[in-house]
């Protein structure tokens, strides 16, 4: 079962679609406290892979449903939670633009309906605080749908057994993944953007990979970067996270953060079920 939660407005929908595509059995809002009978009826029909939304709108009843999770793990079903979220700013933006009222604004309160709904958010963010704490988080905050959905199939399609590792490139000026767990700063490196002919391409082609592996103080990082996550990536472990985000930074995205998640993947591949994102390449089109 994957339980898809999160901030209103932060792309559960399009979650669910993916999970829909992806083969699974799909329901949205259902009260926690029907959780429990519902996977119950539904394996009795053959129901193997269930996808189940749960957000605020039940708000009553969110105390219920990490009592219901840890139950469903003691009783041997496979539960994976995935917790989308964003910044304010870009949900606002999003509320305004779709002019849908956020489940817990009061409509009929005078007052800023900026201010109203700010204040909803961060109420919301208040009441899924310890849900958060023990999912998956997304950041969807810089997100096309087309990405959401690769990055949650590639989330349920990773066959773990324990810890999963994900190396995150991103672009500082576009702001820090809210779900990154470690965070590594690359700028300081040289930059094939001012390279011309290197400028175009990215750091998946192998003309950059080729200049950026001639640069010792890329090796250097890129080795200190290795040697932390392997000294600490076992007591992540022993701490029960199913996920650890890795996020690597540059200024763009393109080039130097794409080469050090690309050459990370590569190093954990064998050691740890891995996966890899990159926030401004991936469903480019």
Not at 177 to 194: E, G, H, M, Q
Not at 203 to 217: R, S
Not at 228 to 250: K, N
Request: with cysteine; aromatic share 8%; glycine share 6%.
């Amino acid at each position: 079962m994957v339980l898809v939660t999160g901030i209103s407005g932060s792309g559960k929908s399009v979650a669910l679609h993916a999970l829909e595509d992806a083969g699974y059995f799909c329901v949205d809002n259902l009260p926690p406290e029907l959780l429990r009978d519902f996977i119950k009826v539904e394996s009795l029909h053959g129901v193997r892979k269930m996808a189940i939304a749960v957000d605020v709108r039940t708000a009553s009843s969110l105390p219920s449903l990490l009592p219901v999770l840890q139950q469903l793990k003691a009783e041997g079903v496979r539960v994976r939670t995935i917790f989308l979220n964003a910044t304010t700013t870009a949900l606002i933006r999003r509320f305004s633009e779709t002019r849908r009222p956020h489940p817990l604004s009061k409509p009929s309160e005078a007052g800023d309906p900026h201010r109203m709904l700010f204040d909803a958010i961060e109420l919301e963010r208040d009441l899924l605080a310890d849900l958060r704490d023990q999912s998956t988080v997304l950041d969807t905050s810089q997100l096309r749908p087309a990405q959401l959905r690769l990055w949650v199939r590639d989330l349920v399609g990773a066959t773990r057994s324990g810890l999963t590792l994900v190396f995150e490139s991103f672009a500082f000026k576009h702001g820090v993944p809210l779900d990154a767990d470690l965070v590594f700063d690359v700028r300081v490196l040289p930059n094939p953007f001012y390279i011309r002919e290197l400028r175009p391409l990215t750091g998946k082609d192998d003309p950059v990979a080729e200049y950026l592996a001639g640069q010792p103080e890329v090796i250097e990082m890129l080795e200190q970067i290795d040697a932390f996550v392997r000294r600490w990536l076992p007591a992540f472990e022993d701490d029960q996270r199913s996920y650890l985000t890795v996020a690597i930074g540059c200024t763009g995205g393109q080039h130097r953060s794409v080469y050090f998640v690309e050459s990370l993947t590569a190093r954990f591949a064998e050691a740890v079920t891995t996966l890899k994102r990159h926030r401004e390449l991936d469903g480019r089109t």
